[in-house]
């Protein structure tokens, strides 16, 4: 069995043309004044043989790799931003680009001589990518490629992708008040973290707009401040919110996690979801929609964000700051009180 790769010869002489036409059609280089018929039977005949350009020859000539860098600080490692991974494969897959992946394990000691080895393989551009969105110190590569982060910002104004939590945050209290709820505690402020970019860029935003649309509405929820955000926190706030405030109908949780901690307190207290208390949320993880009764929650947007920082590498937008809606996924935690 022949396994040799039809060449551009082959092609010419399949056709009848020059290895010059040849290559003029094949490659959409400038310049040819081939009549649309010759074209055609070009490409026929590289069709019939199975033809494809030579992907290192290509680069060479147009000093372009068709490949990106993905740099993460853990997002390969955990399940929760397993989103950003499928965002940027699949836009680098759509432009006809490969993806080569670096993990720091969260070291950002490792980030500089990771950058430096992705332009030793000459990528057309480089995305960072962050499981929590927080500033972060990168340094500038040595090569002017087009570099962005996805879930996180940086002091030097390198251009910026991260979630509109406070929108967000807007859209999932006013789910709340849209449903007639005013009795409502709130779970998970973190006020220190909040104040801490290097900690969040996101979760003060994502409170400001809670509290923006509780005020205008009128409405003083119960607040609970953690320091951190876990089922166990989040269970162990619930029964003691729920027993010094029984009247409460809704609790707004921090993110998923301390959700999952509140539906077990819930349950442990005889309290049905929605019936007696309704719950919602923030991140969309996995086993929200696994939750009986499935969790109504703000799902980050991880996919869409690597998405489009993909797309700012690659010239097909702006280089620019951009913030992606996280949309509010409705399932049957959430009763209408009206």
């Known amino acids: 069995m022949n396994d040799r790769r039809p060449t551009l010869a082959d092609v010419a002489e399949r056709s009848g043309m020059s290895k010059t036409a040849v290559s003029l059609v094949l490659n959409d280089r400038p310049g040819s004044r081939l009549s649309a018929e010759a074209a055609e039977r070009i490409r026929t005949a590289a069709a019939e043989l199975g033809y494809k350009p030579n992907p290192a020859a290509q680069s060479l000539r147009l000093g372009k790799t068709r490949s990106i860098g993905f ?10 931003a397993s989103g950003m991974i499928k965002g940027v494969l699949d836009a680098a897959k759509e432009f006809d680009h490969t993806v080569l992946i670096a993990e720091t394990q969260g070291d950002f000691a490792s980030v500089e001589p ?45 251009p910026s992708i991260l979630p509109d939590e406070y929108a ?94 509140i539906y077990q307190a819930l349950g442990e207290l005889g309290r049905r979801i929605p019936e007696d208390v309704s719950v919602i949320s923030f991140d969309d993880e996995e086993l929200a929609g696994y939750l009986r009764p499935g969790l109504t929650t703000a799902r980050l947007p991880y996919e869409e964000m690597a998405r489009i920082g993909v797309e700012m590498v690659l010239g097909q937008r702006e280089l620019t700051d951009v913030k992606v809606p996280m949309p509010v996924i409705r399932r049957n935690s959430l009763s209408d009180r009206r």
């Open 71 to 80: 740099i993460s600080d853990e997002v390969t490692l955990t399940r929760y």
């Open 168 to 261: 967000a945050g807007r859209a999932v209290a006013g789910e709340l008040l849209a449903a007639g709820h005013t009795r409502v505690g709130v779970i998970g402020r973190l006020p220190e973290i909040a104040l801490n970019l290097r900690q969040s860029v996101t979760i003060g935003a994502r409170f400001a707009g809670i509290d923006d649309v509780f005020r205008e509405a009128g409405v003083e929820p119960v607040v609970a401040e953690l320091e951190g955000w876990s089922p166990a926190i989040g269970h162990t706030e619930a029964l003691r919110m729920l027993e010094s405030h029984p009247e409460l109908t809704a609790l707004l949780a921090g993110n998923d996690n301390v959700a999952f901690g």
């Open 114 to 158: 990771a950058i430096e080895s992705m332009l030793d393989r000459r990528v057309d551009g480089l995305v960072v990518g962050l499981m929590g969105a927080r500033l972060v110190d990168l340094p500038t590569p040595s090569m002017d490629i087009p570099m962005v982060i996805v879930n996180g910002r940086t002091p030097s104004g390198l």
